[in-house]
């Protein structure tokens, strides 16, 4: 490879510019880590989607739990680990105030 800069030209706004980059430094390296960064960001996506559906089928458990009357805010916290404040939170929402 020759260490000699490779011209490129890029149209903005209608004109032509023209950009310096060093010879061997192509789209190739730049294009991997744009696929890695696309797949990072669609396994986020993935993760936060399901972590949406375990919470809220985790919650409707909980809800129809409290709702049977056999257990208090107290034991469904020791039960699953959870503070007696989550677990309240999870219960009784609270309601938006404009």
């Known amino acids: ?5 490779v011209r490129t030209g890029v149209l903005y706004l209608g004109r032509q510019v ?3 980059r060093p010879a ?12 890695q960064a696309r797949e990072h960001d ?3 996506d993935q993760a ?3 972590l949406a559906s375990h919470l809220a089928q985790r919650d ?8 049977e009357g056999t257990w208090s805010y107290s034991q469904l916290a020791r039960a699953m680990n959870l503070t007696p404040e989550l677990i309240a939170k999870i ?3 609270q309601q ?3």
């Open 1 to 5: 490879m020759s260490d000699e800069p």
């Open 18 to 20: 023209r950009r310096v």
């Open 24 to 35: 061997g430094v192509g789209r190739t390296m730049s294009d991997i880590r744009v696929q």
């Open 42 to 44: 669609r396994a986020a």
């Open 48 to 50: 936060r989607m399901s």
């Open 60 to 67: 409707a458990l909980i809800r129809s739990l409290y709702a």
């Open 91 to 93: 219960i009784r929402p």
């Open 96 to 98: 938006r105030t404009r």
